[in-house]
């Protein structure tokens, strides 16, 4: 079976994520962190990986987000994007690559299992608002995953001792950290909601119609703003923090990559 160069590509740039989590675990257990080597190889898998959704994008005619494959797909790759520039930006909090990339490792994992069939892509979508909702979703899922990572540390820490994880900053600032992270996804969150209620208009002909997808979506919302508000008035400890910021993540996560595939809903796939 001959192999496509936009599937050898995919391959190649999952190879460079699989090597950046490999060398930042294996950098973490000896407490020797290849900096470098980690960035690059991030940096080389998104250009890879680029590449490869571009060309599908070309030879579609539309962007990678119809359906299952090209959201597992174009999502491994605004996931890693969102940590790689965290990483080069936020350089203390760079060994919390040992619980972001496994994360992504799992999408990348499933990504495999999925056919990658081409999708049609229905011509009353194809508005500018499509585009700046799907952005927006992506941005906030992006950060909100960061807010996980920076969370499990705090968990790791809790479950198994600070070990090689002493050199981070410590729980209180981490969670701290992740509360930040948690209101910027809020935000953008908000925005995509307002965005994608202006793209449905235009769409289908109504800005709101409570399907499961926006109906898990808002619930979703309402969760981060829930957490935004009680965590100010009640200051609980980091590592309950640490796992409310981790149960407003797996809702966002599975309104992502769960709900869509099982409504039956006009409203699927696009994310």
């Given at each position: 079976?001959?192999?496509?160069?936009?599937?050898?590509?995919l391959?190649m740039?999952?190879?460079?994520?699989l090597l950046?989590?490999?060398l930042?675990?294996?950098?973490?257990?000896f407490?020797?962190?290849?900096?470098?080597s980690?960035?690059v190889?991030?940096?080389a898998?998104l250009?890879?990986?680029?590449?490869?959704l571009?060309?599908?994008w070309?030879?579609?005619?539309?962007?990678?987000?119809?359906?299952?494959?090209?959201?597992?797909?174009?999502?491994?790759?605004s996931?890693?994007l969102?940590f790689?520039?965290?990483?080069?930006r936020?350089p203390?909090l760079?060994?919390?690559?040992?619980?972001?990339l496994?994360?992504i490792f799992?999408?990348?994992?499933?990504?495999?299992w999925?056919?990658p069939?081409?999708?049609?892509?229905?011509?009353?979508?194809?508005t500018?608002?499509?585009?700046?909702?799907i952005?927006l979703?992506?941005v906030?899922?992006?950060?909100?995953?960061i807010a996980?990572?920076?969370?499990?540390?705090?968990?790791?820490?809790?479950?198994f001792?600070?070990?090689r994880?002493?050199g981070?900053?410590?729980?209180?600032?981490l969670?701290?950290?992740?509360?930040?992270?948690?209101?910027?996804?809020?935000?953008?969150?908000?925005?995509?909601?307002l965005?994608?209620a202006?793209?449905?208009?235009?769409?289908w002909?109504?800005?709101?119609a409570?399907?499961?997808?926006e109906?898990w979506?808002?619930h979703?919302w309402l969760?981060?703003?829930?957490?935004?508000?009680?965590?100010?008035l009640?200051?609980p400890?980091?590592?309950?923090?640490?796992?409310?910021?981790w149960?407003v993540?797996v809702a966002?996560?599975?309104?992502?990559f769960?709900?869509?595939?099982?409504?039956?809903?006009a409203?699927?796939g696009i994310?």
């Amino acid at each position: 079976m001959e192999i496509s160069r936009e599937q050898l590509l995919l391959w190649m740039g999952l190879g460079g994520y699989l090597l950046a989590g490999l060398l930042a675990m294996v950098g973490t257990i000896f407490a020797r962190f290849p900096v470098r080597s980690v960035f690059v190889s991030m940096v080389a898998g998104l250009v890879l990986h680029g590449s490869s959704l571009g060309l599908r994008w070309e030879r579609l005619g539309h962007g990678p987000f119809i359906n299952l494959y090209e959201i597992l797909s174009s999502n491994i790759w605004s996931f890693t994007l969102a940590f790689a520039m965290f990483y080069w930006r936020v350089p203390r909090l760079r060994p919390g690559a040992v619980v972001v990339l496994p994360v992504i490792f799992v999408l990348m994992g499933w990504l495999l299992w999925i056919h990658p069939m081409d999708s049609a892509f229905p011509p009353t979508y194809d508005t500018v608002w499509l585009y700046v909702h799907i952005g927006l979703g992506k941005v906030a899922m992006g950060v909100l995953l960061i807010a996980a990572g920076v969370a499990g540390v705090v968990m790791v820490r809790r479950l198994f001792g600070a070990g090689r994880l002493a050199g981070l900053p410590d729980d209180d600032a981490l969670d701290e950290f992740g509360y930040r992270c948690v209101a910027v996804a809020f935000v953008f969150h908000t925005l995509m909601l307002l965005a994608g209620a202006v793209w449905a208009q235009d769409a289908w002909g109504r800005y709101w119609a409570w399907d499961p997808l926006e109906t898990w979506t808002l619930h979703t919302w309402l969760l981060m703003a829930l957490f935004l508000h009680l965590r100010p008035l009640y200051h609980p400890p980091p590592v309950v923090g640490a796992v409310a910021i981790w149960v407003v993540f797996v809702a966002a996560f599975l309104v992502f990559f769960g709900v869509p595939f099982l409504s039956t809903a006009a409203h699927q796939g696009i994310v």
